[in-house]
Structure formats: structure tokens, C-alpha cells
């Protein structure tokens, strides 16, 4: 740790923990997860995005494994070759949107190799049992394309039918290679193919996408904790989102389906208190024509509107949260809008990296005059504010896959149900204390991370042996025991 300190610059200690995970991997789960805190945005975001940007010139040694186009009819082979016969985890990208970044291609590789780490060091997945795999269909990025330390096809990127043949060998060698138990998790894919595999691969293998579903749990989870501070229930609230893209129609969908258990009342009814606004305005109805598919269900009646200042003056929203990708969009005037007509705004500005966050913790804070509760996709530092110190909570999906991710293993889950998300976000809920919503804190510390991972793996194993889609029979007596005893830990082994 004293070595990785010695660095100053971020993109320094993310190369000397790849080359630590290299050289020794124990070592790496050791300091990871000693350090969650310190070490989590240098392994994962915010550093990863700068690494993914610069992955070419980084290149040491590949970590993962790569299918290109070129394999294609051959993808079963490939996966033939990854030495781990045994595996549990995958998570998979093509590199279209990582993170805020944009189209990214094969350096997207830095994001599957992210967040399985994060399997093993904060939800005990074996390091041997995970793979992550990037699919290079080429990249539409033409900086890429020019720059000589490119790793990936030199080509646009396929579409249509070439795209979906390839994925869909990939998806069938998976199963006949590893079996019907192994996770797959789609990573950073654009939005029309995220939700388009989702859809086309969810009743057939164990999939899971984290930027629809992990997100909207991690959310889920942090406005639970928001009532004891705001009072009420979730349908007592009105919900706007900036950005209607996979995470906010994601978060909204999830959000109404909560609402709809909790109050039981139907989804077309809860899905009205929850309004979404893209690049072109407010989704309203008189709009549903031109809408993508995953944006209809959001289209209310309301006349027009355009400009977020003006349709937070006209929802007049209790809680607004960005899933926009676009940084600064929370202005002072949005701010002080959403403080006027709101005791307590909750205010949640979700996009990664810190340059794409709508704002700050210090810009929530003072312009509400200390009013808000906020959250943040990125780490913020603490804010004081008139003698007042405020801790921003950090709205991350490592609180949600890893124990999610345990859970579905530990059961021998065949599908992901929704029910599993609420579970994993109730679960997660359930961990905070009084002490921390003092704070303003609507997420537990995340130096306890594998406490409450292993109390998601709980929850969501309970939900998949309830749903008879858990395999591993007799169900164990005590699940959290079960799920303790499961975990890798980077402890050196005694010989005698």
C-alpha cells in the first residue's frame, strides 16, 4: 500500500494493481479488500474509464479473453482455450457505450476484468471462476481507428444480422461449454442491443444486465433508506429522471414495480408518479410515436415541455434523479427550484465518470442550503456547509452485483427474476444505521461491503429456492452461514 501510494497520479496505481494482480493475485484481493474504500475508483470507476481510454498504449499483458468477428463460427473453440475449466461469473462487453465515454471497442476490456474483481474482493466469487470476455465487432470511433496502438479490428463496428449471429453463437457456446448455471453479465453495451439481449437471452440462460438492473437496484435500495429521512412511502412521492437511456428507464421501472408489491396497486397506475426526460424534452404521450420501445411505457399525459428547468417547475418532483451521461446538467436554477417546493430534495446525479456527474455534492448541498439529500455515481468528499459536515452517499452498483452475483451461485439460480433485484435491494436497505442517515448517508460505509454482500446473497438465494429456480438441493438451513462459508478469502495457506 505504501508503494501504490507513492504514486500520484490515478492511472499510476491502476497499472501497479494490474501488475500486482498479475504477479500475485492474493496479494491484490488482500490490499482490495482491506482498502475497499481507498482503492475501489483507482480498480474501478473513475480510473477505469481513463484506462479503458487509454488501453492501447497501456497493453502489457491480455487479461481476458477476446472474440472477434473474425472467430465467428469458431466462438466455441475460443472458449475452448481459457485454461479455468470451472467457471461461475462472466461478464461480457462490446465496447459500445463504456461508461459516460462513448464507443470505446476492444479497450473496453478494462471494464469485464473491473468489475470481476469486484466479484471476488466484495462478494467472495473464486478469482478462478470468473472470465471476462470483450466481443470486438470493430469500433465507429475514428480517434481509435487512426491511433497506432489500437488492440482491436480495424473496421466500423458490424450490425444487424452479423452482429446478433455472432452474439447469439456466443450466448450458445457459453451454455454448452460452462452449463446452465454460469452468470452471464452484459456490460456497457449500447442501448438498443442491451435491452434487445436482454430481453432475447433473460427466459433462457442466467443473465443479468448491471447498467438496467444492478443500477436500478443500487437506486432502489438508497431511496428505501431516503423514507426514514423523508417520511412516507414510495408512492407518496413524485419521481423525475434526466436521461431515459438503460439506467433511468431501468431505475424507473424497478422503482414502479416496488410501489405496485408495496401498495397493491397496478404497474400502469405507479408507473404515473415517475416522469422521464430525454435530449428532446419531457416524455409525454402526444410524443409516443417517434419513442424507442423502452421509452413508451414513460410517455404521460402532460402537454409538451422542453428545458429540465421547466419541467421540474411543472412536475414539481420530490426526487430528482441524472442518469444522463452529461456532466453539469443540475444547474444552480434546477437546484433551487427542486429546494423551493421541497423540504428535504433528494437529489441523486448518477453519471460515471466524475466529469459526466449532473453535479457535485458541494453545488447539491449549497444551493439548498444544506436542504438536500444526495447521492452520486462517483465518490464525492465530504461537504461542510455553515458548520455542517455533510457525507455524500456513493449510489454504486458494487454494493448490488457482487452480492447479487453470490446469491445466484450459492443457489444454483437457472434465471434472474425481478424479484431477486428487490431482494438484493431491500437487503441492501436493511444494512443502514441511524448513525449513517444522521449524516445525510443513505448508503452503508463501503468498508463493510462484504458483510452486506453476503446478506444479499442471502436474500437473493431465499428468492430463487421461493421460486423454484435454485438447483443446488436440499436448500442449506442457514443461508447466511452458507453464503460466509462459499466466499474466497486472499489468506496465505499454512504448510507444515
Known sequence: ??????????????????????????????????????????????????????????????????????????????LKNWPQKSIQVIVVTDGERILGLGDLGCQGMGIPVGKLSLYTALGGVRPSACLPVTIDVGTNNEQLLKDEFYIGLRQKRATGQEYSELLHEFMTA??????????????????????????????????????????????????????????GSLADHTFLFLGAGEAGTGIAELIALEMSRRSKTPLEETRKKIWLTDSKGLIVSSRKESLQHFKKPWAHEHEPVKGLLEVVKAIKPTVLIGTSGVGKTFTKEVIEAMASFNEKPLILALSNPTSQSECTAEEAYTWTKGKAIFASGSPFDPVEYEGKVFVPGQSNNAYIFPGLGLGLVISGAIRVHDDMLLAAAEALAGQIKEEYLAKGLIYPPLSNIRKISVQIAANVAAKAYELGLATRLPRPENLVKHAESCMYSPAYRYYR
Open 1 to 78: 500500500m505504501n508503494t501504490i501510494r507513492q504514486y500520484q497520479l490515478p492511472l499510476q496505481k491502476y497499472t501497479a494493481m494490474m501488475e500486482l494482480e498479475e504477479r500475485n493475485e492474493r496479494l491484490f484481493y488482500k490490499l482490495l479488500i482491506d482498502n475497499v474504500e481507498e482503492l475501489l475508483p483507482v480498480v474501478y470507476t473513475p480510473t477505469v474509464g481513463e484506462a479503458c481510454q487509454k488501453y492501447g498504449s497501456i497493453f502489457k499483458r491480455p487479461q481476458g479473453l477476446y472474440i472477434s468477428l473474425k472467430e465467428k463460427g469458431k466462438v466455441l473453440d475460443v
Open 174 to 231: 457459453v451454455k454448452q461449454n460452462y452449463g446452465e448455471k454460469v452468470l452471464i453479465q452484459f456490460e456497457d453495451f449500447a442501448n438498443h442491443n442491451a435491452f434487445d439481449l436482454l430481453a432475447k437471452y433473460g427466459t433462457t440462460h442466467l443473465v443479468f444486465n448491471d447498467d438496467i438492473q444492478g443500477t436500478a437496484a443500487v437506486v432502489l435500495a438508497g431511496l428505501i433508506s431516503a423514507l426514514k429521512l423523508l417520511g
